[in-house]
Every structure is written in structure tokens, then in C-alpha cells.
């Protein structure tokens, strides 16, 4: 299948989570690649989740502090990757093969309010992320270090009327991570977590943050 580059990253965010993105996934294509295990036609150039808009970004958020170019600096404005590993850069309107890859949680560097954050959520992946169990807190905490705002936001809220918390994915809250000295329950708040994985009660309005999808 091939497919521009803004059409590759919307079949991959419908039907999976993103384009290939960030450093180990793309040494793990390149190890499938070179032991023949991804089918492709012959075309060495395939589509990688690495755009410029102003600055180079992945596209999924994962951190850009790696660059692997294969002659010089890039002049095009979206990325793929060679057959021997390497990176290069191509004009986003050519039509390339692609590989995406599948996540259970997605960071989104676009900073909202809660109620924002959750709509964006629904509309284009599944909810507002959920955490049930440590070994979910530890996979969420990994995107949250990624974030660009101090705290992500979580599918967690507090209801006035009924006086507990509850996820909006209708999960029941058993597990917790709160940090100490949190401020007394309120309406109008909401849970978000910390780059270390502590979860903290917001104001929704009074804030807008980073946050983490579920799909």
C-alpha cells in the first residue's frame, strides 16, 4: 500500500495507533527489514513518522533528541526511512509504502483543558487514558515523561453530585497514586499525573495540558 505522507499517518491513527516513530522503533524495522521479514516490493524508501513544521517532530510526541540523516541536513519537509537504516527526506505529497505500529496509550503534545482534551480523545483515537493496576501506571508514567507541560491529563474526574471519583470509561477506581498534600475534593476537577508518575487533582479550566489517549 502506498499513500502520502498525511494520508499514511491518518490510516495509521485510524486503523492503529501512528506512523513509525522515534528511534527504537525505527532500528527495530531496520532489523526486520534487513533479515527480509517486512514484505515490501523492491522500493527502499518507506514512509517514518518524521515531519518539519517548524522543528522536526515525530509524530507521535516521542522525544527528538536522536538523528540518524543519511547525506547532510534534510531539505524536504517529511522523512523516510533508507534501506540501510538511515534517514532521509522527501516531499510529504509522493506516494510511499509505510509501516505503523500499534500502542494502547498515545501522549498528545497539544496542551487543552480536561473537557477539551477528553472530546479530542474520543474523536480521534478512543477515550481519556485509564489506569486500574500498577502495571498500567508504569505504562502510562513512560508516556508521561515525554509530555511538554509539567502534568498530562487523565480520564479521571470527580463528580459533585454523587461525591467520588470515577473514570470516564466507566472503570471503577480501585487502584490510586495520589501525591501527598493534595487539596480537598472540588467540582470542576479532574486528575492528571506528573512526570513521575504521581497523580495530582486540577482545576480543569485553570489549566491546559499535554494529556494521554487510550484506544
Known sequence: MKMNWTDAQSFCRK????????????????TQYQNDTVQHDGNDYFWIGLFRDTFWSWSDGSSFSFTSWDQGQPEKTCAVTTSNGNWSSDHCNNTKPFFCYN????????????EDA?????????????????????????RAKMASTPHVWMGLRYTCTLD????????????????????????????????????????????????????
Open 15 to 30: 486503523n492503529y495507533t501512528d506512523l513509525i516513530s522515534g528511534v527504537n522503533q525505527i532500528e527495530l524495522f531496520k
Open 118 to 142: 477528553l472530546y479530542y480523545c474520543r474523536d480521534h483515537y478512543g477515550d481519556l487514558v485509564s489506569i486500574t493496576n500498577l502495571d498500567e501506571q508504569r505504562w502510562v508514567q513512560e
Open 164 to 215: 467520588f471519583w470515577f473514570w470516564v470509561s466507566d472503570e471503577t477506581v480501585h487502584y490510586t497514586n495520589w501525591g501527598p498534600d493534595q487539596p480537598g475534593d472540588d467540582c470542576n476537577m479532574s486528575g492528571a499525573m506528573d512526570r513521575n508518575g504521581t497523580w495530582v487533582k486540577l482545576i480543569d479550566d485553570d489549566n491546559q495540558l499535554n494529556f494521554i489517549c487510550s484506544k
Open 103 to 114: 500502542d494502547s496509550v498515545i501522549l498528545i503534545k497539544e496542551s487543552m483543558i480536561w
